[in-house]
């Protein structure tokens, strides 16, 4: 009896002791992602800066309704959604080019080699929107390498407009994002091609199988649950394309093509001063993040027994 109770107060001694470890995440947790949601009370007052919220007038959901009201802000939106469907479409179709990209840089076997092309592919991860744009407007503006190349060699008698265009704008920001996050979203997949049992190559090896059955019938099916958690996350983030990247790259020309809805929000509130409309907006698009997720997360238990939620 004595040592029950002294198991049981071990456990709750644990227990306590976990619960510190996590505690300052969870702190940050509170801070950073939980009371930023205070915020989505402004989309229910008319708020106007830099009168405050206390003295403006409540308006229940009346900036919810003026989002179907009018057919110009209908068009509007929807070719909004559009892009942010469109560019989100892109990255989740190619969402698998950094575990195909992770076997092969695991498959070279000049380690020294190795290293550096995952520094390489890695290091643009660190580098903001805006120097980007900067190594973008060096390259593909009308005075930039590629079109003083296409001039220099008789390809072309006029620049080429590639920043100032609206064609192609989908591809070309997906393109660069995956230039920018190819190698850092490939250390996930590295590190599960890391954890998995030697003993599996051994026995494929000794079945005579070449590289490329180890990779299909070994690497391809461990990577498997990895690859669905994080196309899970994406899915769930289908609607969260970020703010700096089309920031940076929009002008007069591609606007209506490049603008997703974190840039919409953006503009509305800092362009237009739309802040209650704005939040309603954000509003929408978590709640909307929030179902996606646990749609996906249902459908992924029911398909493969699993999910993350």
Known sequence: ???????????????????????????????????????????????????????????????????????????????????????????????????????????????????????????????????????????????????????????????????????????????????????WSAILYIAAIMGIDESLYEAAYVDGATRMQVIRHVVLPSMMPTYFVLLMLQIASFLNNGLEQYFVFQNAFNKDTIQVLDLYVYNLAMGGGSYSVSVAISMLKSVISVVLLFSVNGLSKMLRGEGIV
């Open 1 to 183: 009896m004595r040592s029950e109770t002294m198991r049981s107060q071990s456990m709750r001694s644990n227990s306590f002791r976990k619960f510190l470890y996590i505690s300052p995440f969870m702190l940050l947790l509170a801070v950073f992602a939980y009371y930023p949601l205070y915020g989505w009370v402004y989309a229910f007052f008319d708020y106007t800066p830099p009168i405050p919220l206390s003295q403006s007038e409540f308006v229940g959901f009346k900036w919810f309704h003026s989002l179907v009201e009018n057919q110009v802000k209908i068009d509007q939106l929807m070719q909004v959604i559009w892009n942010t469907f469109g560019i989100s479409g892109l990255g989740i179709l190619f969402s698998w080019l950094p575990m195909i990209f992770a076997i092969f840089l695991t498959e070279i076997k000049a380690v020294r080699f190795r290293k550096f092309i995952q520094t390489v592919t890695t290091l643009p991860n660190f580098i903001s929107w805006v120097l980007v744009y900067s190594l973008a407007f060096s390259m593909f503006s009308s005075e930039g390498m590629v079109n003083g190349f296409l001039h220099m060699t008789g390809l072309t008698d006029s620049p080429t407009m590639f920043l100032q265009s609206s064609e192609h704008v989908w591809w070309t920001m997906w393109a660069w994002a995956t230039w920018k996050t190819l190698g």
